[in-house]
């Protein structure tokens, strides 16, 4: 923890930062428990916590040399001592803060005259570089998902409803020991133009169209995937359309590299959609970054800056919607390696 932090001055005129939510804490400091914050001041690192988790805080925390406070609520124990450390500025990551617990914070510093400096990302230079051991349970979770979908393949079947393989799907991932990353994505028929359908009561029928999106997650790091899987005898504008998305995704998973610029990765799969007369159909970027959160940066849109590093996690996720009709969407984790990508999942077609 400490040596990250001590990268954060070298970027952020400060003299000190206060982290309040979980995925901060959870990337700094590696403990799975919520309910407290972290507060850097100079070479010295606070935790705050209630009395409810005491006992965590110190059996985990207890020998890392990190000073542990217990006091409530977390705000006036920052201006405590910050107030005793004779400290001037503060910076914080407002996205990652509750309106309350931001505005709360600031009050109570203004009345020592320390600033409360308002940043955005404070973290993601450090989080979007994977560690190996971080790339190793991402793999993991990716292996699992991958796994837990063949099993759903297996099992689609006509009668059987939306919400009845949403179901398996959670009762799959407890079987496996872990949870969602994110609410699953079933639906079926013309469902299946929606991108973000929510699991309904509909009954999958003969012949149908049935787009899974799933995601667990695994000692904190998630994985996503998406499969759109038909039901009986391939109709033909299914077949079109499902080649056409499967070559948009290829286009950029067999090109992609580091170095290569964020947008890069859109305009490519783009390309190809449009070239094929489905412009307006493709209504969503074509992925984004993924670790600690589901979505994390970079957005791989047409307009994203910067450009991709080795051991960025991402998904590749281009899509096609016919409005009432169906749609699909074929979407895969991988890793940006220096002259390539790695794909973790691997669940069938």
């Known amino acids: 923890m400490k040596e990250k ?14 982290f309040a939510n979980k995925t901060e804490t959870f990337y700094l400091s590696g403990a799975q428990f919520d309910g407290f914050w972290i507060l850097a001041v100079k070479d010295e690192i606070f935790v ?9 805080v110190k059996e985990y925390f207890g020998k890392k040399g990190i000073h542990i406070y217990i006091g409530m609520p977390f705000e006036k124990s920052v201006y405590k001592i910050l107030k005793d450390k004779n400290i001037k500025n503060v910076t914080a990551d407002a996205s990652y803060m ?18 409360l400096f308002r940043k955005n990302g404070i973290l993601n230079d450090l989080r979007i570089v994977k560690t190996d051991q971080e790339a190793e349970y991402i793999k993991e979770s990716c292996r699992i998902v991958s796994k837990i979908c063949n099993i759903i393949k297996k099992e689609l079947k006509p009668g059987i409803t939306e919400i009845d393989v949403h179901y398996r799907i959670m009762e799959l991932f407890a079987l496996n020991n872990v949870k969602e990353s994110f609410t699953p994505i079933v639906a079926s028929g013309s469902n299946s133009a929606n991108p973000h359908h929510a699991s309904s009561n509909r009954k999958i029928a003969k012949n149908d169209i049935v787009m899974i999106d799933l995601g667990c997650v695994y000692k904190g790091y998630c994985s996503d995937l998406t499969r759109t899987y038909y039901l009986g005898k391939i109709n033909h504008k299914f077949a079109e359309i499902f080649e056409i998305v499967k ?4 286009s950029v998973i067999k090109n992609i590299k580091a170095g290569l610029p964020f947008s890069w990765a859109d305009k490519t799969a783009r ?15 074509t ?5 600690i959160e589901i979505h994390e940066i970079p957005s791989l849109s047409s307009n ?5 590093l080795q051991n960025t996690a991402i998904t590749v996720e281009p899509g096609i919607y016919l409005e009432g009709k ?12 220096e002259n390539g990508c790695e794909v973790l999942t691997s669940a069938s077609y």
Do not use: P, W
């Not at 070559?247 to 290829?250: F, I, L, W």
């Not at 390309?271 to 970027?285: E, Q």
């Not at 169906?326 to 390696?337: N, P």
């Open 5 to 18: 932090i001590a990268k954060l001055y070298e970027k952020y005129k400060t003299d000190a930062f206060v």
């Open 48 to 56: 705050l916590c209630s009395k409810m988790i005491e006992n965590q």
């Open 98 to 115: 509750t309106a309350e617990d931001f505005f709360d914070l600031s009050d109570n510093l203004k009345k020592l005259n320390i600033k």
């Open 247 to 250: 070559k948009s995704q290829d």
């Open 271 to 285: 390309n190809i959609i449009s070239s094929y007369g489905y412009k307006d159909k493709f209504i969503h970027t």
């Open 287 to 291: 992925g984004h970054g993924i670790g």
């Open 304 to 308: 994203a800056e910067g450009v991709f």
């Open 326 to 337: 169906f749609g699909v969407r074929i979407e895969d984790t991988v890793i940006v390696t």
